[in-house]
């Protein structure tokens, strides 16, 4: 357990003590937009590389709640959305990515799944995160899953921050039709859910994705989905 907190503390540190400090900026700077996201590109995967053999290695002796059957099949039941803001995030035009600002003032920017919400990447793995949480109680799982979730909740608020600053005019028109939060602009009438946009092949893959983890869990995971008992 000591391992794994120390492994949770580099990772923060990486993501909001590197990328979302004014340290990036001077790195920037220094070296250049392209050397700084290979070098943290490097940074991030070795930390991450860390943090998941920590977990791997830490007891799941201490339960803080009983992992139930209806608690199971909330990751079940989710994962499939996350797969697909996943896919959709990867795949497409994305001004929340990096090196992908100037899709920011595109025409129609907020297409396809950015309709749902303008941080796709981010949200999917914060609903891997809390949908794990939730399913297991013990406090490893929770340590591991809750790092990574709350690393991905800042980071949306970082970018936000960060977009406004660089491009005030043509974020505010993007931000204007588009939303953090899942389905919030949808919901208020700035915009449309557009399932044809986010296209059939990419529903397609994000669900054979989907099947592949949910058949190789254990291998990927160590433990099998158990969604009885």
Known sequence: MPELLAASAIWLLTHLGLS???LRGMLVARIGEGPYRGLYSLIAAGALTWLILAWAGAPRTMLLWESTTWLRWIPVALMPLALILLVGGLSGP????????????????????LRITRHPVQWAILLWALTHLAANGDAATLLFTATIGLTSALGMALIDRRKAVDDPDAWSTFAA??????FAAIAAGRNRLALGEIGILRIAAALVLYGLAFHFHRWIAGVPVILTG
């Not at 001004?95 to 297409?111: I, K, N």
């Open 20 to 22: 979302g400090s004014p």
């Open 94 to 113: 994305n001004p929340t990515a990096a090196g992908q600002e100037r899709q920011l003032g595109a025409a129609d920017s907020v297409r396809g799944v």
């Open 177 to 182: 039709a588009s939303s953090a939060l899942p």
